[in-house]
């Protein structure tokens, strides 16, 4: 990826720290840990000494200290190296270890953030459940209150990081009948009686990154457990997801360059009627079709990117910019087609690929509802 000008030569180290990593540590194993549904267990605390978790939490609380930039280093080496099994390292990192820092009380983030910085302590946010995703004001697990604690039932579904974790950032009503203004968050201690996982989810691509049910039943937690105030997490939740669908739109704008360029170079070696592919007009002019695409999703992701920086990214701008390149990752489909019988093969990336970052158009807000978000401020 050429120098971007967001980027300093510090972030470019952090960069190569990164990648190094992720060739040595998670891609030579990753295709058997797709067959195992999960990471081990020690990849976390080998990721949080390479200081790739919690990269801009502040170091009084054991974070790396750095910037949203740093973040987007991570996101984008994931994404580009196709190592889908740790997208969950960013979901602990930079959305649940955020709300803590945001929410939490001193006494919170000096308990907790540490240990997610080594990696000691694993933690997910469990949000959608069976019959509510998109349609968060719609969700059934309720916390009541019961003296100094609260009583936690309902069952939470595709919790990324739900096998591993030991916290969870959980989204439940504590105040059934107000909709989404009776919506509370806790910070959840899963060894607690009355909290269960079920067996890692059969999902389509993504197959190293566990993703399990979660299930409470009379769950008793204290009521310290709460972030922030009661009856807020509507808020704190919208008021997040502009950061959650700029890291989405981030790691979709990296995605579509690798798969390009792994297809161009495919396309030169691969011989067809005695000629090498992309001699091929129609192949030729496909690509750069796609390249066209690529070019302007990045160069709108890294505007987005800017403004976020400079504190200007609003929840339109953001919702555009997720829409827009995991939209945009739809022309892996073409790419692939390039390949032929190949590129059904998930021994080539691009077939990976098709399932991997397929479902960014999904989580974090499907396209649908970005749609809409987008419709109301015309």
């Known amino acids: 990826m050429s120098r971007r000008k967001s980027f300093t030569s510090d972030h470019d180290m952090f960069r190569t720290s990164v990648h190094r990593f992720i060739a040595e540590r998670i891609m030579p194993f990753h295709a058997q840990w797709e067959e ?10 080998e990721a949080g000494a390479a200081g790739i978790l919690c990269p801009n939490i502040p170091e009084e609380y054991g974070g790396g200290g750095g910037d949203f930039l740093y973040t987007a280093v991570v996101i984008e080496e994931i994404a580009t190296a196709l190592a889908t099994g740790v997208t969950g390292f960013t979901t602990h990192s930079d959305i649940v270890a955020n709300y803590l820092l945001h929410l939490g009380t001193e006494e919170q983030k000096k308990a907790w953030l540490p240990g997610m910085a080594t990696g000691e302590v694993v933690g997910s946010i469990a949000m959608t459940e069976p019959s509510a995703g998109s349609d968060l ?7 009541l209150p019961d003296g100094d604690e609260y009583i936690v039932n309902g069952q939470k579904t595709f919790i990324t990081n739900g096998f591993h974790a030991d916290r969870v950032l959980l989204v439940a009503k504590t105040d059934p009948a107000a909709g989404a203004r009776g919506i509370s968050l806790f910070w959840v201690d899963t060894t607690l009686p009355g909290f269960s996982r079920g067996k890692l989810l059969d999902k389509l691509g993504q197959r190293a990154q566990d993703t ?6 009379d769950m008793r937690i204290p009521a310290d457990c709460m972030l922030g105030e009661p009856n807020k997490g509507f808020s ?3 008021g997040e997801l502009v950061r959650e669908r700029l890291m989405i739109a981030l790691r979709c704008a990296a995605a579509l360059e690798a798969a390009l360029e792994w297809t161009i ?12 592919l992309i001699e091929n007009q129609h192949i030729r002019f496909k690509l750069a079709d796609i390249k066209a695409l690529t070019c302007a999703t990045r160069a709108f992701v890294d505007r987005c990117l800017e403004e976020f920086m400079a504190g200007d990214l609003d929840a339109d701008g953001a919702a555009m910019a997720k829409l827009w390149a995991s939209e945009a990752t739809s022309a892996i489909d073409d790419l692939l087609q390039m390949y032929g019988g190949y590129g059904y093969m998930r021994e080539y990336p691009i077939a990976r690929a098709l399932t991997d970052v397929r479902p960014n158009r999904i989580y974090g807000g499907s396209s649908e509802i970005m749609r809409e978000l987008i419709a109301r401020a015309l």
């Open 236 to 238: 704190y939740l919208m």
């Open 36 to 45: 195992d549904g999960r990471v081990p267990r020690e990849l976390w605390r």
């Open 137 to 143: 004001k719609a969700i059934r697990t309720t916390a």
């Open 212 to 217: 399990a049910e979660l299930f409470f039943s």
């Open 265 to 276: 170079s495919y396309t030169k070696e691969r011989q067809a009627f005695g000629k090498a």
